[in-house]
């Protein structure tokens, strides 16, 4: 219980940071899907970092490759579930670019912490081989 509340602590942050990235990319003008692509980019290197040093933290195994498996997991699935919902939302229902990116963050939570538990962060065995309690 206590990773997911940090789980989603850490993506509330991210959110922070994907918002804030799309909202000021599309004050400079970029496009709202590059706009998109480049803040859902900066949020996931964020969350990476914080599930690693904070809701992550005692699992150590397979750490060397623990970003790479977070960009193939969580950083596709937000990657594109953000890309095709910003494409439908906004760009052809109208929904203000941040109202819709909030949509699309929504809805890929609950994937991306199972796959994050279960895939990216690895339980550390103990001496028997059996997985640590984490």
């Known amino acids: 219980?206590?990773?997911?509340?940090?789980f989603n602590a850490v993506g509330l942050m991210g959110v922070g940071v994907q918002l804030a990235g799309l909202a000021l990319l599309k004050w400079a003008g970029v496009n709202y899907l590059v706009a998109t692509g480049i803040a859902v980019e900066m949020a996931i290197l964020h969350n990476y970092w914080w599930h690693r040093r904070w809701t992550f933290k005692e699992r150590t195994r397979g750490r060397e490759s623990s970003l790479w498996r977070f960009q193939m997991s969580n950083g596709m699935l937000s990657l594109g579930s953000n890309?095709?919902?910003?494409?439908?939302?906004?760009?052809?229902?109208?929904?203000?670019?941040v109202s819709a990116d909030l949509v699309a963050i929504g809805l890929t939570g609950l994937v991306n912490f199972w796959v994050s538990e279960r895939w990216v962060f690895l339980k550390d065995h103990g001496p028997s081989g059996s997985s640590a309690a984490g």
């Open 1 to 6: 219980m206590i990773r997911w509340v940090r």
């Open 83 to 97: 890309l095709v919902l910003m494409r439908v939302l906004t760009g052809w229902a109208g929904v203000p670019a």
